[in-house]
Nanobody, 115 residues
């Protein structure tokens, strides 16, 4: 039984902040690299950020300097801190866990940035 559960989405004004969480169960969390993806209506899903077991990170150019990905291995949780949010950040945000041999997705959490 593998489960990834996202939380923390909601409605926020432009320039505001949100922190997303993804709680994983059923996997050896420390052995997985974790990622956040997003998909806006009518658009393809895109990578937002990745974090590896050693803490190294990767970000899409569109969010560099505004978003921060982190992980808490004892709590089997990955976070996405989103600052200076823009209307174009509006999307469903998905959590992903992968170790090369396995690939799992959460069901997503809605983030809406609007005045």
């Amino acid at each position: 039984q593998v489960q990834l559960v996202e939380s923390g989405g909601g409605l926020v004004q432009p320039g505001g902040s949100l922190r997303l969480s993804c709680a994983a169960s059923g996997i050896i969390f420390r052995n997985y690299r974790m990622g956040w993806y997003r998909q806006a209506p009518g658009k393809q899903r895109e990578l937002v950020a990745f974090i590896y077991s050693d803490g190294s990170t990767n970000y899409a150019d569109s969010v560099k300097g505004r978003f921060t990905i982190s992980r808490d291995n004892p709590k089997n949780t990955v976070f996405l801190q989103m600052n200076i949010l823009k209307a174009e950040d509006t999307a469903v945000y998905y959590c992903r866990a992968t170790n090369g041999g396995n690939n799992y997705w959460g069901q997503g959490t809605q983030v809406t940035v609007s005045s």
